[in-house]
């Protein structure tokens, strides 16, 4: 049986990120509510505007039901804003977080959508050798516990990070043809 995974589409690029998860012949399952989270293996939290998604999931209860799915272990990807939703602690306008990743996140720690460029990773886990980042508005993870693996860096910054099944990256992978974020999501990630 293939593996049903579900995006978070309260605001962001829900669809690109669906593009990439249905290349790697996935069901998909837009999560608007949390009985949409019932059945599923995996979850995406996509790239947006944190201060928007963080309303909806206040407004929808989704905090605890989200809270409880990454506790159950199932995998958790974050981008970008979904990165922010993820960390213990959020700066620069904080929002109400998740708490699911140890990292501080600094929001856009790169300036502003005009600053938006595509780097290669200068350093990377096995496996993600040649990563192409495209930042759009990025945070910055600044303070990774203990725990935090850092899977490849940027100018020496994290920028794709796992801490056992949650997985956060402050770039776009939804944006690039590279599927192996995605991939990785799915269980078959670096060692
Ligand atoms: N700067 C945005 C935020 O903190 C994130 C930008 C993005 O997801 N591309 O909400």
Redesign the pocket.
Known sequence: MGQRVGILAIQ?DVEAHARVLRVLGVEVVAVRHAFDLDGLDALVLP?????T?AKGLERLGLYEPLEAFAASGKRVLG????A?LLAREVENHP?RSLGLLDVVAL??AYGSQVDSFEAPADETAPGFEGLSCVF????RLLDPGEGVEVLARVDGWPVAVRQRNVIATTF?PELTSDTRVHACLLGDGPA
């Open positions: 962001g790239g947006g505007e944190s201060t998604i981008t970008c804003a979904g922010v929002v929001r856009n759009i508005r990025a945070p776009h």
